[in-house]
T-cell receptor, first 114, second 110 residues
Framework: DAGVTQSPTHLIKTRGQQVTLRCSPK?????VSWYQQALGQGPQFIFQ???????QRGNFPDRFSGHQYPNYSSELNVNALLLGDSALYLC?????????????FGSGTRLTVV | QKEVEQDPGPLSVPEGAIVSLNCTYS??????FMWYRQYSRKGPELLMY????GNKEDGRFTAQVDKSSKYISLFIRDSQPSDSATYLC??????????FGTGTRLLVSP
């Protein structure tokens, strides 16, 4: 049973560029949440997708956007990259938006903005 | 003030010691309490999950929730070098987002 798969594992981008990160949820899960984890910090909630719609959003600017496809996979897009966007981006999947047995996290995409 | 406070450590203990990790929180609406373990350059892995107050035990791990004090704990008995990782507490209120603590880095020396 595959867990949460994220790609790419690492990438380096230049300030001002745009980036797309991808996530395939655990088999049987239909909800995807994205988190940003800066070095030495806990994950911070970006947004959650369920039924191809953004259901909740954290305190992140509109430069951060997402999408969920009919197969439940998801993308996180970040425009006009800033140095401060350098972080580990985590995708977490779950079944439904309210049920919490804890989310299943992927290993993340480490983004470095130079 | 952060919703969830957690001492970042590092916490260094010898192998076999009992480890106590703690978080405090301010949002009385939190109902679901979790502990995640995160190894370097990996995603968080769920260790324990508790709904509302009380204790829960799973092998060497025990989670405690005291909602009256807004305080949660994770105890690790007979700690092993393989337990060396960052431990994140996380909490959720109903349909709301999962809120994490900063994480406590634990080092267990042989």
């Amino acid at each position: 049973d595959a867990g949460v798969t994220q790609s790419p594992t690492h990438l380096i981008k230049t300030r001002g560029q745009q980036v797309t990160l991808r996530c395939s949820p655990k088999s049987g899960h239909d909800t995807v949440s994205w988190y940003q984890q800066a070095l030495g910090q806990g994950p911070q909630f970006i947004f959650q997708y369920y039924e191809e719609e953004e259901r909740q959003r954290g305190n992140f600017p509109d430069r951060f956007s997402g999408h969920q496809y009919p197969n439940y996979s998801s993308e996180l897009n970040v425009n006009a990259l800033l140095l401060g966007d350098s972080a580990l981006y985590l995708c977490a999947s779950s079944l439904g938006t309210s049920f919490v047995y804890g989310y299943t996290f992927g290993s993340g995409t480490r983004l470095t903005v130079v | 003030q952060k919703e969830v406070e957690q001492d970042p450590g590092p916490l260094s203990v010898p192998e076999g010691a009992i480890v106590s990790l703690n978080c405090t929180y301010s949002n009385s609406a939190f109902q679901y309490f979790m502990w995640y373990r995160q190894y370097s350059r990996k995603g968080p892995e769920l260790l324990m999950y508790t709904y509302s107050s009380g204790n829960k035990e799973d092998g060497r791990f025990t989670a405690q929730v005291d909602k009256s004090s807004k305080y949660i704990s994770l105890f690790i008995r007979d700690s092993q070098p393989s337990d060396s990782a960052t431990y994140l507490c996380a909490m959720k209120a109903g349909f709301q987002k999962l809120v994490f603590g900063t994480g406590t880095r634990l080092l267990v020396s042989p």
